[in-house]
């Protein structure tokens, strides 16, 4: 068997985007106040596992609304943390705000990763492998074009409206999929004239996972013209799990999750192809 320890390197920019495809995730989760008087110090463990990005996992502790739980002595950036994959072991190496990364693993389809440390003098083990690529993944349009809305123009009609642009791919075995979209511009202009003191809208959204072969995407959901990237992932059941167990604007990461055990949160893979569409102005 072969030992790695690797060294610590930035995350690719596309990690930030499985972040948002999860959700605004509570990565210190509360435990509520009946909880307090059972509290134990179990950790939350937060991974997503995909091809062309750096593993990484972040283990974080629970915050109780009582000041009088007591805590482990373990330290969250002192974690002896191994990672076996094929005939591999792999030391991740702890870079702050407990995470610990293992670049220059490289992921595959079908590739199965195992987690393994000591916290609370119980062992955290968690599994999971990573799915297969999307499959025959189109686009019905490759470019939609909208009005500038303004005080002057007010709101389109729905009749004034292209129609909703139909995403479709393989699913022959209804696994999970779930898609977002990300404006690829540094500074798009927004559809929706907005006022000085308004907030921009977000550059990304996002759909629900789904086990159709399908998802529409209605104009009305677009925020700026420009570029947009579409990337649908294919996810495993126990993210869909989390995502429905939850409200679709967050996680909460103390649900009991069947890829971990002794630990709390997800540890899971998963797998992307990407598409592209232009919103240009009409």
Not at 140 to 151: E, G, M, N, P, Q
Not at 178 to 202: H, V, Y
């Amino acid at each position: 068997m072969t030992t790695i320890t690797p060294h610590p390197s930035n995350t690719k920019p596309i990690t930030r985007l499985i972040i948002i495809a999860a959700g605004a995730l509570l990565l210190f989760a509360s435990c509520n106040k009946e909880e307090n008087s059972n509290f134990t110090d179990t950790p939350i463990v937060e991974a997503y596992l995909l091809p062309g990005t750096d593993l990484t996992v972040r283990v974080s502790r629970q915050v109780p609304f009582s000041t009088s739980v007591t805590y482990s002595a373990d330290e969250i950036d002192q974690i002896w943390m191994e990672l076996n994959y094929g005939d591999n072991t792999v030391i991740m190496t702890p870079s702050g705000d407990g995470i610990y990364t293992a670049p220059g693993i490289s992921m595959a389809e079908g590739d199965t990763f195992s987690l393994k440390f000591d916290f609370n003098e119980k062992t955290v083990k968690a599994f999971t492998y990573i799915p297969s690529k999307p499959d025959s993944m189109t686009q019905s349009v490759t470019k939609i074009y909208l009005s500038k809305i303004d005080s002057t123009s007010g709101f389109p009609g729905m009749g004034e409206m292209p129609e909703p642009v139909e995403i479709s791919w393989s699913n022959p075995d209804n696994s999970y999929y779930l898609i977002i979209i990300e404006n690829t511009s540094t500074d798009p202009e927004p559809i929706r004239e907005l006022d000085d003191d308004e907030d921009r809208p977000a550059f990304v959204f996002r759909k629900a996972p789904t086990s159709n072969n399908r998802e529409s995407l209605r104009p009305m959901e677009f925020e700026y013209f420009g570029l947009h990237r579409i990337i649908l992932f294919h996810v495993l059941p126990d993210y869909a799990a989390l995502y429905e167990q939850n409200s679709s604007s967050s996680l909460n990461l103390t649900n009991p999750s069947t890829s971990i055990s002794n630990g709390y949160g997800i540890f899971t893979g998963l797998s992307s192809d990407t598409l592209y569409l232009e919103v240009k102005k009409n």
